[in-house]
């Protein structure tokens, strides 16, 4: 998110495609969509390439992925398929890491018959599983964008075995991975085990594309994680964030991106959420909330209250940990374009999903990861939205761990327990949830600009602690107003790019070990997170 209070330069204005500024300045996503609705040709933004084929003889692996469309499949490009180069591959789990396993990738033109060969060694790529293409139109502006045509393409890989690691290569007709000339494409990515063992993941947000971006990616990949939480803010292609049509916008900072992160997120599952630069609001086929662009671009566990329309909420368990990722766009005050798009399904969804997941057994933790912070005193602060809609539901179901992005820094509170300092954790801490409360991490330290603290207020962090007390801050009401608060609970801070590394144990004694480490790989911040210890 762009930092209001950091004289930062918004993009180039774009027109509202028919709506006067001064009313556009004054419409919610929504009420911008209904506007449009009425005066343009629809034009949908996803299509599938057609009816995916079913499970390979004997392979156990089955396609999937497809969606509702309401427009037939795009028309092939004229350029041959093996000159097409499939790039930008990413992963992401399906419902069960076990056994499902989603491969997507981009190509610059439509192409014939995408698919995914894959097997248990790199020499045995047999089995072969047909994927859709989801075809993304970005209206031109004259004079300040042009047209772009995007493809992305999906496919679904289930029934697979736990604990498994597996070989895959994407294609098309005329260009085959097992092919000698295309065999150094190969990559591979591993199932989560049958049952809970020790684990690495890691988390942040806010990333987009730079030397520090890559560089943050690069890091990550030195800790082996399991799979990487993105907390939002995802690629910056719209600059500006506020969620609507007036935001400077460019879709090709997505193939950018892509192509940035394809060395790690073609091995290691991408799990995102929807930040505010994520709402697209060109992108509202079905309804107003501008997320048509991370529909196509992502395939994500459809297990949400909306996949379609929602696709960044969903929830997976890996080992013996259950994660949710909500969309705070949803309950936001700070910018609130897309604030109650949801009629409150998202939060009834939530505390249903939370319910289950401390029923279920095995599961000793649970991570709550979305972009808008609950506690931060960097630029954005903290939302009250956040704190009056969800909040009351991390308390009752006694969450774990909370992950942020939106503040372009590195901070963690104490354990907060009703709005105060359940439990004082300094590095090198413990705490107990059931009893201390909450633990809330801003992790936006992925690549993008870097945000400060209140002026006056010192980093502190590992090896760098300096005197804990009192900062003055802010939290969002509703009506996009700011309430001073003076808040104790930031205990570390740091301004530098960064993420998280979370270890989680099982066996009679479960445990996060949860670091922050700069990209250097310094750590900067380390506390122990035990239930009923």
Avoid at 11 to 34: C, H, K, N, T, W
Avoid at 61 to 85: I, N, Y
Avoid at 349 to 376: I, N
Avoid at 432 to 448: E, F, L, N
Wanted: contains cysteine.
């Amino acid at each position: 998110m762009t930092a209001p209070s950091r004289g930062v330069p918004p993009g180039p204005p774009v027109p509202d495609f028919g709506i006067p500024p001064r009313l556009a300045a004054r419409m919610s996503m929504a009420e911008q969509y209904e506007y449009l609705r009425g005066r343009l040709v629809s034009r949908r933004t996803l299509v599938t390439a057609g009816a995916m084929a079913g499970a390979m003889a004997g392979s156990g692996l089955v396609a999937g992925c497809a969606k509702k469309s309401a427009s037939p499949a795009p028309a092939t490009s004229a350029v041959r398929g093996a000159a097409v180069v499939p790039f930008g591959r990413h992963l992401a789990f399906g419902a069960d890491p076990r056994t499902r396993m989603r491969i997507s990738w981009q190509v610059p033109f439509a192409v014939k018959k995408p698919f995914v060969r894959v097997g248990t060694r790199p020499d045995d790529l047999g089995r072969r599983v047909a994927a859709e293409i989801r075809h993304l139109h970005t209206p031109g502006v004259q004079g300040v964008r042009p047209v772009v045509e995007q493809y992305y393409v999906h496919a679904a890989l289930d029934g697979l075995t736990p604990g498994t690691t597996y070989y895959y290569g994407v294609g098309h007709d005329g260009w085959d991975p097992a092919a000698p000339n295309h065999r150094a494409t190969i990559t591979s990515f591993r199932t989560a085990p049958a049952s809970p063992e020790k684990f690495v993941f890691t988390a942040f947000g806010d990333q987009g594309v730079s030397q520090a971006g890559k560089a943050g990616d690069n890091a990550l990949l030195k800790q082996n994680p399991a799979f990487h939480l993105h907390a939002g803010d995802i690629c910056y292609a719209d600059g500006n964030g506020s969620g609507r049509t007036s935001d400077g916008y460019d879709a090709r900072e997505w193939d950018r991106f892509l192509r940035q992160n394809d060395p790690v997120a073609r091995s290691i599952p991408w799990m995102v959420t929807t930040g505010n630069h994520d709402m697209e609001a060109w992108y509202s086929p079905d309804g107003p909330d501008g997320y048509g662009g991370q529909y196509a671009r992502f395939a994500l566990p459809d297990n949400g209250f909306d996949p379609h329309g929602a696709p960044g909420v969903y929830a997976f368990t890996y080992g013996n940990v259950g994660f949710v990722a909500l969309d705070a766009n949803d309950v936001s005050y700070e910018i609130p374009a897309n604030l109650g798009y949801s009629g409150g399904r998202q939060t009834t969804w939530l505390e249903k999903k939370l319910k289950e997941l401390r029923a279920a057994p095995g599961v000793d933790f649970v991570v709550v990861f979305f972009h808008h912070c609950a506690y931060s005193t960097s630029a954005h602060a903290s939302d009250g939205g956040i704190r009056a809609a969800w909040l009351p539901l991390f308390t009752r179901y006694q969450v774990d761990l909370v992950v942020n992005g939106h503040n372009h820094v590195y901070e963690r509170t104490d354990a907060v327990k009703g709005g105060r300092v359940g439990r004082a954790v300094p590095v090198g801490g413990s705490t107990d949830p059931t009893r201390d409360g909450i633990v809330y991490v801003t992790a936006g330290g992925g690549g993008r600009d870097l945000y400060s603290f209140p002026s006056g207020v010192k980093d502190s962090y590992e090896g760098h602690v300096t005197r804990h007390g009192a900062v003055r801050s802010f939290h969002w009401t509703k009506g996009q107003h700011n309430v001073a608060e003076t808040v104790e609970w930031s205990r570390v801070r740091y301004t530098g790019f960064s993420f998280l590394k979370v270890e989680a144990e099982a066996g009679t004694t479960p445990r996060l070990r949860v670091s922050a480490l700069a990209q250097s790989g310094a750590r900067i911040d380390h506390f122990e997170i035990r239930r009923g210890g």
